[in-house]
T-cell receptor, first 115, second 115 residues
Framework: AQKVTQAQTEISVVEKEDVTLDCVYETRDTTYYLFWYKQPPSGELVFLIRRNSFDEQNEISGRYSWNFQKSTSSFNFTITASQVVDSAVYFCALSERTGGFKTIFGAGTRLFVKA | DARVTQTPRHKVTEMGQEVTMRCQPILGHNTVFWYRQTMMQGLELLAYFRNRAPLDDSGMPKDRFSAEMPDATLATLKIQPSEPRDSAVYFC?????????????FGQGTRLTVV
């Protein structure tokens, strides 16, 4: 069965600090996709990134970077030089071929960035 | 600007009443998800459709909840009769639903309060 664990419930940092959000997943499938979504105070979930199980290359997009390691079943998300606008709840998600690619979410990590 | 549209945005109803939530997926998307978000349970997948056919509704309480797609442009989630424990934000999401296009695009949600 697919499962996503985000052990960090809340993280608080000061602006300009770097912060890493952890995500550990479980799956028996060899074909799956991992995602990160952001949910700002407005409530709408915003897609940030997708990674497939065959591509372990790390990705950088501006101040965001993602580290995918199949050996530890982790897909961690780092925000460099955090800003107040980064304050949100961040969700890691998994969809696997066996489940018909239905998307299951972790519990989320609430990030507070203080000025 | 293609987006998923959910109506109503807010709904307050009395226990025992029927509630219908509607979702218009992004044109061309063949996959629709219904999620429920609460503080206690996080984001729970209730139902999942592909090409209008239900693939998985195991997360949905069958006795009172029902989900349908009357056509490709409309998905509905109905609760009858509603109970206070159904109070939550209900999200609809759509996607292309296969392979490299599995990310879900979310609507703004319907905040349901059952009193």
């Amino acid at each position: 069965a697919q499962k996503v664990t985000q052990a960090q419930t809340e993280i608080s940092v000061v602006e300009k600090e770097d912060v890493t959000l952890d995500c550990v997943y479980e799956t028996r499938d060899t074909t799956y996709y991992l995602f990160w979504y952001k949910q700002p105070p407005s409530g709408e979930l915003v897609f940030l990134i997708r990674r497939n199980s065959f591509d372990e290359q790390n990705e950088i997009s501006g101040r965001y970077s993602w580290n995918f390691q199949k050996s530890t079943s982790s897909f961690n998300f780092t925000i460099t030089a955090s800003q107040v606008v980064d304050s949100a709840v961040y969700f890691c998600a998994l969809s696997e071929r066996t489940g018909g690619f239905k998307t299951i979410f972790g519990a989320g990590t609430r990030l507070f960035v203080k000025a | 600007d293609a987006r998923v549209t959910q109506t109503p945005r807010h709904k307050v109803t009395e226990m025992g009443q029927e509630v219908t939530m509607r979702c218009q997926p992004i044109l061309g998307h063949n996959t629709v998800f219904w999620y429920r978000q609460t503080m206690m349970q996080g984001l729970e997948l209730l139902a999942y459709f592909r090409n209008r056919a239900p693939l998985d509704d195991s997360g949905m309480p069958k006795d009172r909840f029902s989900a349908e797609m009357p056509d490709a442009t409309l998905a509905t989630l109905k609760i009858q009769p509603s109970e206070p424990r159904d109070s939550a934000v209900y999200f609809c999401a759509s996607g292309l639903g296969w392979g490299e296009n599995t990310e879900a695009f979310f609507g703004q949600g319907t905040r349901l309060t059952v009193v």
